[in-house]
């Protein structure tokens, strides 16, 4: 039982860590579009808020396993093979650039593995819709009307000013709603795993149920996500910064602002929403609310694809990874295999993204902020 | 009938209260910098004590702003 305890508990502080590279477009997209800070300044800002954020909260942030799945029914591999398939889907979306929901990724495979060792009578499909489908219908929306009418305003208010002062502004104010989404993150996110390394000692009889998140699961938890994030997922901070639309600062803040603003109230008043989805309908918003803003609506929609996608895609992979692991000699043996496929696939895809390496040198592309007078987003969305 | 069935799935007051939130931030923050704006303006064009105290005043609502988000974040 221990090996198998182990490798579910890594597996889950890998799946901290590719939420932490796959989500730190949330914070710093628009922050290094405006280049209101560098690229690697914003990284290592994120990186240390998201770590700060992960403390923050003394409550166990309601996990995303719980609510979602019959606790009573899961076991140690079927959160291991759940796990597996959240960080395979991660790892595809942040190669394609696209900036999906970890949250969304971690339910899908949770229900998957579920699914395919207990049946429809081991998923809470309320709880599924609680927490995913109508959120990820909503939260959006919210944001990007929220960053629609701040952007207005922006526009409105410093039209006398000039536009340089209000630009200097915008962009310093940047650093503070950004830094403010960084630490959201962080606090969300790094609990979720928590929760999900809680509920593996509890199926592993190694704590009571309803036991409190022991520091060890919170140190290690807070220290994959920062490093997630300190390793910059460039693919995704390419889209969300400069393939949406064009950014200007007034943007970038209204953006930040409007989804730190519905990410911090949401939590406050009582229901998770995925940190992606927000930020992400932030942008559009405030591409909508430039006057003579563009949006690609092309990349929109395989974003929306993508977010549609999440759970039945890592929800399959989660269901083959727990077929592997109950069609093997042992549990041990089959948690070991599905593993050993898990990593080979990462690998693979690791290797494929360096032909077009994205990194902190090339991440704005053509579109560097600093250039005066750029042509709208249209035209500047690769294909 | 809609709201009726939403609120099975989503808790709508918090959710109403959420879109308020983000709404009133929506305009309140963009104006705070807005404010310091005209304050670095002023700097060149009129008085340096009104320019300062616009930059001032821009800064401290942030900072307001900046700290409801934190106290939600550790109270909730």
Redesign the interface.
């Known amino acids: 039982m221990l090996p198998l305890l182990v490798i579910t508990v890594a597996t889950a502080l890998a799946f901290d860590y590719t939420n932490g590279f796959h989500d730190t477009a949330n914070a710093m997209a628009t922050t290094i579009a405006t280049r209101a800070l560098r690229p690697q300044t914003a990284v290592a800002m994120a990186s240390a808020l998201n770590l700060v954020g992960a403390f923050l909260s003394v409550t166990v942030a309601a996990t995303i396993a719980s609510g979602v799945v019959d606790q009573l029914r899961i076991t140690v591999p079927v959160i291991f093979a759940g796990l597996a398939g959240a960080i395979v889907w991660n790892v595809i979306t942040w190669y394609r650039g696209i900036p999906s929901s970890s949250s969304h990724a971690l339910v899908g495979g949770m229900v998957g593995s579920v699914l395919a060792a207990e049946g429809t009578a081991g998923v809470i499909w309320s709880g599924v819709a609680a927490k995913v489908l109508v959120p990820a219908l909503l939260a959006p929306i919210v944001c990007g009307v929220a960053a629609l009418v701040a952007t207005r305003v922006a526009d409105r208010l410093t039209r006398p000013v000039g536009r340089d002062d209000a630009r200097t502004s915008f962009r310093k104010s940047q650093i503070l709603s950004s830094g403010l989404v960084a630490l959201a993150h962080g606090t969300n996110d790094a609990q979720k795993t928590m929760g999900v390394i809680v509920l593996t000692l509890i199926a592993a009889n190694r704590l009571p149920a309803g036991a409190g998140v022991p520091t060890w699961v919170k140190v290690t938890c807070a220290a994959a996500v920062a490093l997630g994030t300190f390793s910059g997922g460039w693919r995704v901070i390419r889209t969300l910064g400069t393939k949406i639309t064009h950014i200007e600062p007034e943007q970038g803040f209204s953006a930040e602002t409007a989804s730190s603003t519905t990410i911090l109230a949401s939590a406050f008043f009582g229901f998770s929403l995925s940190t992606t989805q927000i930020v992400s309908g932030g942008v559009i918003g405030a591409g909508l609310g430039r006057p003579g803003g563009v949006i690609d609506w092309k990349v929109v929609r395989r974003m929306a694809l993508a977010w549609g996608a999440t759970l039945p895609a890592a929800g399959l992979m989660g269901a083959a990874a727990e077929l592997i692991v109950a069609t093997a000699p042992s549990r041990t043996v089959g948690v070991i295999v599905v593993a050993a496929i898990a990593v080979a696939v990462v690998s693979a895809i690791g290797i494929r993204s360096r032909r077009d390496s994205v990194n902190a040198g090339n991440v704005l592309g053509e579109t560097a902020a600093d250039e005066p007078e750029r042509p709208p987003a249209k035209s500047l969305v690769a294909a | 009938m809609t709201v009726l069935a939403?609120s099975?799935?989503?808790?709508v007051?918090?959710?109403l209260?959420?879109?308020v939130?983000?709404?009133f931030?929506?305009?309140a923050?963009?104006?705070a910098?807005?404010l310091?704006?005209?304050g670095?303006?002023r700097r060149r064009t009129g008085s340096v004590a009104v320019a300062t105290a616009f930059v001032g005043l821009?800064a401290a609502a942030?900072a307001l702003l900046?700290g409801a988000?934190?106290y939600?974040?550790?109270?909730?």
């Open positions: 939403l099975t799935y989503v808790p007051a918090g959710m209260k959420t879109v939130a983000a709404l931030v929506a305009v923050a963009p104006s910098v807005a310091a704006a005209g670095l303006h821009g942030l900046a988000g934190v939600a974040l550790i109270q909730r």
